[in-house]
């Protein structure tokens, strides 16, 4: 008897024999049948199940099984109509020019002031047009389905801080909240919101959760992440609580949004090969209202150091730094200083990770508890942390922090390393290998519903988010993880 891959010879030649031939038909139609099994029980199952992880297309493995996004086509009121009013943003700057090339904002030609940007790929972003592209890219993702019972997560594409920006000189809460309530009431209607109560679902506000957590004795910005159905969804915004479980930071967006790997591993090898003649640096204005804060020693201690430099008003256009400019300070020195801003966290952090420049920190949420899905939980890999009462309560110098020199090289390789992390890459661009900062984001989205989904499957309750003063220890927990104890960052978390 012929063995099923034996080979007969013909006068052709050797071929398969018939057997051969059966077994592969027979695989093929049992891949077939595997598939639409999977797909039928997706559709018509429990709700509450997992998506496969594991399934076949025509016979192939699906490599966005488990990870498919269904988005919400919203009603324009909640986005395009806002966008399309992109003059009441601010009173002051034109920020309809944002708006353009995908919300990278005006392109940058020739590298921008000095040559510091790449020839390609770089926008004059503005920081706050991240929930535009957000919104862009995924349009363009990959794993996009029109289908949401085989969804890993839901995205409710919100504009909610170009609503917050167009009335926060308001004082009437009633119109301040109009919006965000609607949005709310539109969403739990939804029988996509049924299916979980909204805990597959995820929105990015593109502001800081500050701006939307006012209470209801007043205060600042409107009350949207206040309200139950809110509270049931991942926030993802530029600046987190930590005392709040469902929010989680991403990164601002820089001026370079690449469309290919080639482009980034260019960036980064230019990068290493940047002459940084300077041992530190500052971008960012003076407030001079505030004598004793980091920012103010920083600049007073600048000032009288031959190793610093700072952004002039040469480097200024219409009241804001040129990127060109801050591009070019800060890939001329090794440590790039990160005192907080209007808030704990900064743009020019990412900008100084995008310029190959070691950041320096004085409070532990302006990175460290913010940004824990896009930096290395060791902070001192890449980054120098220096109290803020060592600085302003003892006047330390901060020329006397001495680092051995390999280990600012190796910190420096880190940071260059990170570089596509923390980058919004062109939403056209396809076939990227480089993992960027949209990319991380989703993939911790996704993983955080599915912890939801298996502990529905167990029996046990779904709620992952822990609110009040630990709540941040809660996120720095590993996989198989579950008790909290004392943290070296527990005297600056105190509420």
């Known amino acids: 008897m012929m063995k099923p ?3 007969s010879t013909t006068k ?20 077939l049948i595997f598939s639409l099994h999977c797909s039928t029980s997706l559709q018509s199952g429990d709700a509450m199940k997992p998506p496969a992880i594991f399934s076949f297309r025509f016979g192939r493995p699906d490599r966005c099984s488990g990870r498919y996004v269904y988005m919400y086509d919203l009603p324009p009121r909640f986005n395009a109509d806002l966008a399309r009013d992109c003059r009441r943003l601010s009173a002051s700057t034109d920020m309809c020019k944002h708006v353009a090339n995908d919300r990278f904002g005006p392109s940058i030609t020739g590298g921008g002031d000095g040559g510091s940007l790449p020839e390609r790929g770089a926008y004059d972003t503005d920081q706050f047009m991240l929930g535009m592209i957000f919104h862009a ?22 504009y909610a801080g170009f609503d917050a920006a167009m009335n926060q000189d308001n004082s009437d809460l009633t119109v301040w909240d109009a919006l965000p309530q609607d949005m709310a009431d539109w969403l739990v209607r939804r029988p996509e919101w049924r299916t979980m109560g909204g805990r597959d679902h995820f929105m990015l506000v593109g502001r800081c959760t500050w701006d ?86 920083i600049m007073q201690q600048c000032g009288r150091s031959s190793r610093c430099a700072m952004l002039g008003e040469a480097a200024t256009t219409s009241g804001n730094y040129s ?56 902070y001192r890999s890449y980054s120098v942390f220096i109290p803020r009462d060592d600085l302003v309560g003892r006047n330390l110098s901060i020329e ?7 280990k600012v090289a190796r910190m420096r390789e880190e940071v260059i390393w990170l570089i596509p992390t923390v980058m919004y890459r062109d939403p056209a661009a396809k076939g990227m290998q480089f993992r960027d900062a949209f990319d991380v984001a989703i993939e911790r989205v996704i993983d955080r519903v599915a912890k939801r989904r298996r502990a529905v499957a167990e029996g046990r309750g779904y709620h992952n988010s822990v609110d009040g003063d630990y709540s941040w220890k809660y996120d720095l927990l590993e996989d198989g993880q579950k008790d909290i104890g004392p943290h070296e960052f527990d005297p600056y978390v105190a509420t």
């Open 323 to 378: 990127p060109g400019h801050a591009m070019r300070l800060l890939e001329s020195a090794e440590f790039c200083l990160q005192p907080r801003g209007d808030g704990f966290r900064r743009k020019s952090t990412f900008d100084a990770i995008l310029a190959g420049c070691i950041p320096v920190f004085f409070h532990p949420v302006s990175a460290y508890l913010q940004y824990m899905w896009h930096l290395p939980r060791d």
């Open 5 to 7: 891959f034996s080979r």
């Open 400 to 406: 006397e922090w001495k680092i051995p020199p390999e």
């Open 12 to 31: 052709r030649g050797v071929r398969p024999s018939p057997t051969f031939y059966v077994v592969v038909l027979s695989m093929f139609l049992w891949a």
């Open 137 to 158: 890219r995924m349009r363009q993702h990959e794993c996009l389905t029109a289908d949401p019972t085989v969804a890993a997560a839901v995205y409710v594409p919100f």
């Open 212 to 297: 939307f957590l006012r209470g209801p004795d007043g205060g600042w910005g409107n009350a949207l992440m206040t309200y139950p159905a809110i509270r049931n969804m991942t926030v993802l915004s530029v600046e987190a609580s930590p005392w709040h479980g469902n929010d989680f930071a991403v990164p601002f967006p820089s001026h370079f949004h690449p469309s290919s790997d080639a482009e980034v591993i260019a960036w980064q090898d230019r990068m290493r090969r940047q002459e940084q003649h300077r041992l530190w640096c500052f971008a960012g204005y003076s407030h001079p209202s505030c004598k004793r804060t980091v920012r103010a020693q």
